[in-house]
């Protein structure tokens, strides 16, 4: 039976900024199959899988080090550009819409990061659409999004007096939060 691990710390250390591909290796390289496994689902409950992949391959092509486990993390990165692919469509339906409607807005948090950090489309996770519109425009940008078969996720009013941001979900797509 292989040695217990602390899987938590293994993938801290492993994705731990400063760490040298040397430190990397080493680390991965006394991992079983077994520890590999419970690795990966400890990254798969921390939402690190994707980013996992890419990294972890490109320390194959620098060393003699092989991924035991390569098809069980290319299918969690796989699902994860997948996914991305359809939230990016929805944000460009949605930015094109409100750009038609003379409404500025820009995405944020994750299409930001997607785009301009990570340069992976499989890379990182994301769940919503993030936008950026100036609350002199929420009213029409609402009414345009709502307008265009988006529906309301909670419940959300203008003339409630503490409003900073509204949900609002496609047609059959990601979620995005103004």
């Known amino acids: 039976m292989a040695e217990q691990i602390d899987t938590i710390t293994s993938l801290l250390k492993l994705l731990e ?11 991965l390289s006394k991992l079983d199959s077994e520890q590999w496994e ?14 996992l992949y890419p990294f972890v391959v490109s320390l194959e092509k620098t060393s003699d080090f092989k ?3 390569r098809e069980i993390l290319y299918q969690s990165y796989l699902t ?8 990016l469509s929805e944000a460009e339906w949605l930015l094109t819409n ?23 489309i499989g890379a990182r996770t994301m769940n919503d659409i993030d936008l950026l519109v100036k609350k002199s425009d929420l009213a029409a940008c609402l009414q345009v999004l709502l307008g265009s078969g988006c529906q309301h996720t909670s419940y959300f009013s203008l003339e409630d007096e503490n409003w900073t ?14």
């Open 67 to 69: 991924l035991p486990s």
């Open 165 to 178: 941001a509204s949900r609002v979900h496609p047609p059959d797509g990601a979620c995005a939060n103004l």
């Open 17 to 27: 900024p400063g760490r040298t591909r040397e430190e990397q290796v080493e680390l």
């Open 98 to 120: 409100l750009q038609n409607a003379g409404i500025a807005a820009a995405g944020l948090k994750g299409i930001y990061l997607l785009e301009n950090v990570y340069g992976d």
């Open 38 to 51: 419970s690795l990966i689902d400890e990254a798969r409950k921390q939402g690190v899988a994707p980013i």
């Open 80 to 87: 994860n550009a997948v996914r991305n692919t359809l939230i």
